[in-house]
Each structure stands twice: as C-alpha cells, then as structure tokens.
C-alpha cells in the first residue's frame, strides 16, 4: 500500500492551492484520512481529519481549508484557499487502511511522501 502526495508549490499570500492524495495497492477499505504539515524544527501538526464520524479543523485553518475525499479513487484533497505565509510547510497526507487479500485484513496507518507549500509573495 502507497500514498502519493501531489498538488503542491509556490503561491502569492491571498492564493489557492489544492491537494491530492491518492492510496494504491492491495485496499479493502479506508477508514479516517488525514493532513498533517511540518515546519523544519517543529513537530508535525494536524491540520485536517476526514471519517465517517464528519470532518475536523484545525483553529489556524477553519473557514480556509476544506478537506474531501473520492471513496471511488481511494483519494483525499485539500482545498486551500485564501493561503497565508504561516500556512508555509511540508504537507502530509495519512490514512488508517485495511489491507489484504482475505480475512482478517490488516489495518495500518500509512504516510504520504510530503508535498512543500510555500506561501511567498
């Protein structure tokens, strides 16, 4: 099982960016998917929580972010809109997965390679 961050880049203070995570390999299903970010030096903060019980924020992002995900494609997104330069860091996407080919599946939590945000005017 892999997931693959992508979506990430350079954008001006006030700007948009969206983020996609996808998971592939042996799926049986996916329960919560998440976004982390880390600043160098600091620890790595949740920003986001998508599950069946709903959806969860962090303080500095509410009204800003929306997290979202595609059951059909094993995908999680993370629209960022109206960027700050705090909002600068390497963003993590990471999901609690059942894997296997049979029962009993396993389940495991999996982390996405980062993908840098860098908000700069």
């Known amino acids: 099982v892999q997931l693959q961050a992508s979506g990430g880049g350079l954008v001006q203070p006030g700007g948009s960016l969206r983020l996609s995570c996808a998971a592939s390999g042996n799926i049986f299903s996916i329960d919560a998917m998440r976004w982390y970010r880390q600043v160098p030096g600091k620890q790595r903060d949740l920003v986001a929580t998508?599950?069946?019980?709903?959806?969860y924020y962090a303080d500095s992002v509410k009204g800003r972010f929306t997290i979202s995900r595609d059951n059909a494609k094993n995908t999680v997104y993370l629209q960022m809109n109206s960027l700050k330069p705090e909002d600068t860091a390497v963003y993590y996407c990471?999901?609690?997965?059942?894997?296997?080919?049979?029962?009993?599946?396993?389940?495991?939590?999996?982390w996405g390679q980062g993908t840098q945000v860098t908000v700069s005017s």
């Open positions: 990471n999901a609690e997965i059942y894997s296997g080919s049979s029962y009993p599946y396993v389940l495991r939590d999996y």
């Open positions: 998508i599950s069946t019980s709903g959806t």
